[in-house]
């Protein structure tokens, strides 16, 4: 598009806009729309954050997030990763062709300042509900608790939920 505004060729116009102009694509993902009460939302979260941090320095060493990833069951190795060393004079192994695996498994983890706190495989053919979620995240304090021997009192904001655990 822009080569051909300015009738030059692609690899021109991608050498200036790199390396002269040190510019790079990238993008940031964002809901498409949100509306005036999720906005309103995020901003009490936000502040909420903010003034805990502001009152606790150690806040930022209580926060616990997670996240899921959908994992291959069998994930091959590149073609440099399973190269061998051979001696002159011997012929080339011999390398089987591998596929992706179709099979997938998601993993939940969930981590603190210090590491992996807990993690579980969804079952196959299971679906993530609210209920599921829930269940896994009263996993995780069981084992906040048992584990790390916390008196919890947590607020899941993001569920429109106040839970209080306590030893």
């Known amino acids: 598009m822009i080569a051909e505004s ?8 991608f050498t200036i806009m790199t390396e002269d ?13 949100l509306t005036t009460e999720q906005k309103e939302h995020r901003i009490a979260s936000s502040e909420d954050l903010i003034a805990a941090a502001d009152e606790d ?3 930022l060493k209580t926060i616990v997030t997670g996240d899921e990833s959908w994992c291959l069951e069998y994930d091959p190795e590149t073609k440099r990763q399973s190269s061998e060393w051979t001696s002159p004079g011997k012929g080339r192994p011999m390398k089987v062709r591998a596929s992706k695996s179709k ?15 807990h993690h579980e495989f969804l079952r196959q053919g299971s679906t993530v509900t609210g209920a ?9 304090l069981k084992r906040m ?3 790390l021997g916390l008196k919890l009192s947590l607020y899941f904001r993001a569920l429109d939920i106040r839970e209080e655990y306590s030893n």
């Open 6 to 13: 300015l009738n030059m060729s692609v690899g021109s116009v």
């Open 21 to 33: 102009l040190k510019k790079k694509k990238c993008a940031r993902f964002v809901p498409h729309t």
């Open 57 to 59: 320095p150690n806040f």
């Open 103 to 117: 099979t997938k498994t998601m993993l939940l983890v969930f981590f603190d300042s210090r590491g992996i706190i």
């Open 132 to 140: 599921f979620y829930k269940d896994v995240l009263h996993r995780l």
């Open 145 to 147: 608790r048992r584990d």
